[in-house]
Structures are given as structure tokens and as C-alpha cells.
């Protein structure tokens, strides 16, 4: 009887195995297909991003080309079997649940893999919550700005092609020129934010405030959708705010094809390194011949310079007088009369056209427009310059050759802010927008862009508030996992969209 009744139990566990397999796969079949969504999500992020990288075409070998391309066209093929997947099981609900759990299972662990192959291919993405790009004045200003406000460890970068921290610009063509060793000016004395009076923020205040000094970086490559930059060394970094603090770029005689404008000892002032080659060339070619091109800020501070410096100098300029954007005639004037009795030389109405150069490359002579030549051993160009712009090209709304931002700094891309030199905001007092290339707005701009950045997050703090409250009042949601999402919120592991 026993023998009979256990043949009749292994009987049914046989005919019943089968069903009750189809039945647990079926069970498990809901959730794989929710890991299988977001696995499907992030593969698709990384790939973009692998993509964006590769499109810039600077991983310099640390890529391995073919292989990548083969991985790229394996998710490709993954992705269809998902589609087709998804597409079975809407034609047959139970069936297709029962007898497609495993095939899903399978795919899990398939993404998986190629996931950790996706990011071993990347290498390390370092993320952040704001990334200013650019290390001039407005940089430095923003993270003071920033650390008053409110900011922790961690959360900010600043990424910079300079290799040091952020500094007053100003002084490249005033005190770093001095003649005296002991009185000219040299980092760290005048880093950020000395210029209006405040604290010297040395690199070890970056370290203090847990802020990322990432320098000598040049970024090549913007996905402002993806929230990505790529740098020239194929690191990747990855922002839920974005402040573009680039500023501008020198405008070059060479850019206009000027015969002989790649002679050695023509200078352009911009950078740190820009004003210590200049310093090197006075030390070489002491109580020499200078030819200053240009008649702006640049040329003015510098042609007083080099005259401080013992050199004999020759300004030359297009217009009618000295600052023709800022001074009157009568200012003009004043200015061009007191730099004549200091013993500067100034030819107006006439722009050089080219330079001659001796067997050594170096720069010998000023070609000007009239036919005269201008003895020199240094020539020193301040002709204007250009807001940087370009990696931003289709991403952004510009005007009057900037970014277009609102009286915020708020660039057409939410996240995304724009300071200084590159943008272009609304001025009440003219009712129209405009660029302003001065060192004044570039602080004021960082610090009014990070005072918007810290007052849109209380609003959307409020506002988070407020759909809980709702939420938890029609018991949509536990008070529990209120204080939980609002804890997420705090610690940046999540943004409002």
C-alpha cells in the first residue's frame, strides 16, 4: 500500500515539475524584467558616453579601438533580443511569463558583464555635483561664493587649463612686469580674491573646503544632455550643475595671416605663462626697442610697463585716440599726453601689416600700413580678444558672440550656468543684452550665478516638501520613506528633473 501510495506521489512530482518550474520562473519573471529595464538603462548611458569619447577621437591608445567597436555592436544585438523579448510577451501574457523567465534570467546576467566591461573600458568617471569649467577670476569666486553658502566636501570641482589655482588676471600687465625683483608681483600673493579686497585663496583653502582643483586639464569635449566632459587625456567627468567660466582667448595676428606674425618676441598677455615669457624676453633684451600693437587696456598697462622697465616704446593703434569703446577725446587726451612726457612714442591711424624677423627667427622690425618700419626686439599685441564659446557650439542659445543667459546667468540648458567673459545677459539699464569683458564682472557674475544655483535648490527643497506632505495626506507614501527621500535628496543621491 505504502509502495503504491509513494509511485503515485513520484508520479504527480514528475507530470508536476515541469509546471511548477514554468510557475517559479513566472514568479521571478516581473522582477528580472524590472532589473533588466535598469540594467538596459545604464548600459545605454555607458555607451553613450564611450561613444561621445571615441567621437573625440583623444583616448590615445588607452582604448583598445576594435575591441570597443566589437562590445558597441554586441549591446546593439543585445538590445534587439530585449525588444524582441518584451514584444513575445505582450502577445501571450501567462505563457510567454512562464516560458521566457529563464531566457530573462540569462539576459540579466549578460548586461551585467557588459556592464563591467563598458566601465572597464572607461575607466574611472569622476562625478560631482557642480563642475565649473575654467580657472580665472570668475572660478575663484564662485567657490567663495560657494562655500558661503553652504557646501560639502566633495561637491565641487573646478577644472582649469592652468596649472594653478585661480589668480587675479589683472596684475599679468601691471606688478608681475615691475623691474624689481622685490616689489614685483609673484604667486602666491595674488591669487582669488585679493583684487576686491578679500582673503588670498590659496590651493591649501581648496584642500580645506574638500573643493577639486583639477589643473592642467583641458576639457575637448561637451554632452551637455549627458552632463558629460571629456578632457584631452580621455578622463570623463560627470555634473548635475554646470557653471562655464572659460572667459575669452587672445585674438592673434596669425589668425589673420600677418606676414612674419610667427616671429619669436611677439607676445600676447593672457596667461601666467604667457607674462613670465614676456618677463624672460625684458631680461634678455634689456633697454631695448618695444612695439606695442594696440591701444586698449592691454596695450596701455603694458607700453607703461616696458617703459618702467628701461625699454625704448612705440605704441600703434587704428583709431583716432586711446580706449575709443571707454574715454572721451578730452580723457584720451590726457592719457596720450602724459605717456608722451614719460617718453612712449604714439602713431595712430595705422595698424602693422607685417614683421620682419632676423636668421635667429626673432622679431626685428614693424611693418605699418603707412610704409613706415619700427625698430624692435620685443612687439607685444593687445588687439582684443574672443570669448571661448566654441565646445559649447549647438548646445546653447548665443548672442552678440556669447552664450545667452537670463538675469541669473542662466544659460537655455537647465543645469547649466554661464559667467564673465562668455556671457551675454540682459542689462536693464540699455534694455538689451551685452557681453562685459572686465575683471569686475566676472567676479559679480560668478557670485550672483552662485547665489541663483543655492536659491533655485531651497525652492525646489520647498516644493519637494510640499508633494510629500500631499502625498503622505492621501497615503500615498509613508512618512518613513518621506525623511528617507529627503535624506537621498540632501546627500545629492538624487536631483529633481
Not at 591701444?295 to 600703434?316: H, K, P, Q, S, W
Not at 582684443?384 to 564659446?389: D, K
Not at 559649447?392 to 544659460?411: A, M, P, S
Not at 567673459?421 to 540699455?430: C, E, M, Q, R
Request: aromatic residues 10%; glycine residues 8%; positive net charge.
Amino acid at each position: 500500500m505504502a509502495s503504491s501510495f509513494n509511485l503515485v506521489i513520484g508520479s504527480a512530482k514528475f507530470i508536476f515539475a515541469p509546471i511548477e518550474r514554468c510557475l517559479n520562473c513566472k514568479r521571478n519573471f516581473d522582477e528580472n524584467m524590472k532589473i533588466l529595464q535598469k540594467l538596459l538603462k545604464e548600459l545605454n548611458t555607458v555607451k553613450e558616453v564611450i561613444e561621445l569619447r571615441l567621437s573625440a577621437e583623444i583616448h590615445g591608445g588607452t582604448m583598445q579601438t576594435e575591441e570597443v567597436k566589437n562590445w558597441l555592436d554586441d549591446v546593439q544585438r543585445i538590445k534587439t533580443e530585449i525588444e524582441v523579448i518584451e514584444h513575445k510577451t505582450k502577445e501571450k501574457k501567462f505563457l510567454s511569463r512562464a516560458f521566457l523567465g529563464k531566457t530573462v534570467e540569462e539576459k540579466v546576467f549578460e548586461l551585467k558583464a557588459f556592464l563591467r566591461k563598458g566601465k572597464a573600458f572607461l575607466g574611472m568617471v569622476k562625478s560631482f555635483k557642480y563642475i565649473i569649467v575654467g580657472g580665472g577670476v570668475a572660478a575663484g569666486y564662485a567657490a567663495r561664493e560657494f562655500d558661503r553658502q553652504g557646501l560639502k566636501p566633495g561637491q565641487l570641482a573646478i577644472i582649469s587649463k592652468e596649472s594653478v589655482a585661480p589668480y587675479e588676471r589683472p596684475t599679468l600687465s601691471k606688478g608681475y612686469l615691475n623691474p624689481n625683483p622685490k616689489a614685483a608681483a609673484r604667486l602666491p600673493e595674488f591669487h582669488v580674491c585679493v583684487g576686491s579686497g578679500g582673503d588670498r585663496l590659496l590651493p591649501d583653502w581648496y584642500k580645506e573646503k574638500g573643493i577639486q582643483l583639477i589643473l592642467g586639464t583641458e576639457i575637448v569635449k561637451v554632452n551637455l544632455a549627458l552632463k558629460t566632459l571629456v578632457s584631452a587625456a580621455g578622463e570623463i567627468f560627470k555634473f548635475q550643475t554646470l557653471i562655464i567660466a572659460t572667459g575669452s582667448t587672445v585674438i592673434r595676428l596669425t589668425d589673420f595671416k600677418v606676414e612674419g606674425a610667427d616671429a619669436k618676441n611677439i607676445f600676447y598677455l593672457r596667461e601666467l605663462e604667457d607674462a613670465d615669457k614676456l618677463v624672460e624676453s625684458i631680461k634678455m633684451k634689456k633697454h631695448g626697442k618695444a612695439v606695442i600693437i594696440g591701444g586698449g587696456y592691454i596695450g596701455l598697462e603694458v607700453a607703461a610697463a616696458m617703459r618702467i622697465n628701461d625699454f625704448d616704446v612705440t605704441m600703434v593703434y587704428p583709431d583716432p585716440w586711446c580706449m575709443p569703446r571707454l574715454f572721451t577725446p578730452t580723457i584720451a587726451a590726457f592719457y596720450e599726453s602724459y605717456y608722451e612726457n614719460k617718453g612712449i612714442k604714439i602713431i595712430k591711424g595705422t595698424v602693422s601689416v607685417g614683421f620682419n624677423a632676423n636668421a635667429n627667427g626673432e622679431v626685428k622690425g614693424v611693418k605699418l600700413k603707412d610704409g613706415r618700419v619700427l625698430e624692435a626686439d620685443i612687439v607685444v599685441v593687445g588687439v582684443g580678444a574672443r570669448p571661448l564659446t566654441a565646445l559649447f557650439k549647438g548646445q546653447l542659445e548665443e548672442d552678440r558672440g556669447g552664450i545667452k543667459t537670463d538675469g541669473f546667468f542662466k544659460t537655455s540648458m537647465p543645469g547649466v550656468y554661464a559667467v564673465g567673459d562668455v556671457a551675454s545677459f540682459p542689462i536693464k539699464l540699455y534694455n538689451e543684452t551685452r557681453r562685459v569683458e572686465h575683471v569686475d564682472h566676472a567676479r559679480k557674475s560668478a557670485e550672483h550665478a552662485v547665489k541663483a544655483i543655492k536659491a533655485n535648490e531651497t525652492v525646489l527643497w520647498r516644493q519637494c516638501w510640499r508633494k510629500f506632505v500631499f502625498q503622505r495626506q492621501q497615503s500615498i507614501i509613508t512618512e518613513a520613506e518621506i525623511w528617507v527621500l529627503l535624506d537621498q535628496r540632501r546627500k545629492g543621491c538624487w536631483s529633481f528633473p
